[in-house]
C-alpha cells in the first residue's frame, strides 16, 4: 500500500544543509546586486564599454557560477527530502532558513 501525502507536506531538513543554501543563496544575490549597481552607476554611459569591462566580466562569471552552486544545492535539496513518488506532482515549495523546514504544496 502507498503512503498517502497531504496536499501541504512539511519536513525537516538538516540545518547544515539549511545553512548550505542559504549561503549559496545570499552569495547569488550579493553578487546580482554588485552587478545591478554597476549597471545603474553607469546607465547614462555613452557607450557600452562597462559590459566588456574585466571587473563586469568578472561579476558576470561569478554570478554564473554561484547560480549554478544555488541551483545544484536546491537540486540536491529536492532529491533528498521529497520523496520520489510525488516530486512530480510539486506545485511550490519553499525551505524555511531559520527553522530548517521545507514546506511542499502539491498539486
Given at each position: 500500500?502507498?503512503?498517502k501525502f497531504r496536499r501541504v507536506n512539511v ?58 552552486s544555488f541551483e545544484t544545492k536546491k537540486t ?32
Amino acid at each position: 500500500m502507498s503512503k498517502k501525502f497531504r496536499r501541504v507536506n512539511v519536513y525537516n531538513v538538516d540545518e547544515g544543509t539549511t545553512k548550505d543554501i542559504q549561503e549559496a543563496d545570499y552569495d547569488y544575490q550579493i553578487c546580482n546586486e554588485v552587478i545591478f549597481k554597476i549597471l545603474n552607476t553607469h546607465k547614462n554611459d555613452e557607450d557600452a564599454s562597462i559590459l566588456t569591462s574585466p571587473l563586469f566580466t568578472e561579476y558576470q562569471k561569478m554570478a554564473v557560477s554561484k547560480k549554478t552552486s544555488f541551483e545544484t544545492k536546491k537540486t540536491a535539496l529536492i532529491n533528498n527530502y521529497i520523496p520520489k513518488e510525488i516530486v512530480n506532482r510539486v506545485k511550490t515549495w519553499s525551505l524555511d532558513y531559520l527553522t530548517s523546514e521545507l514546506t511542499v504544496v502539491l498539486q
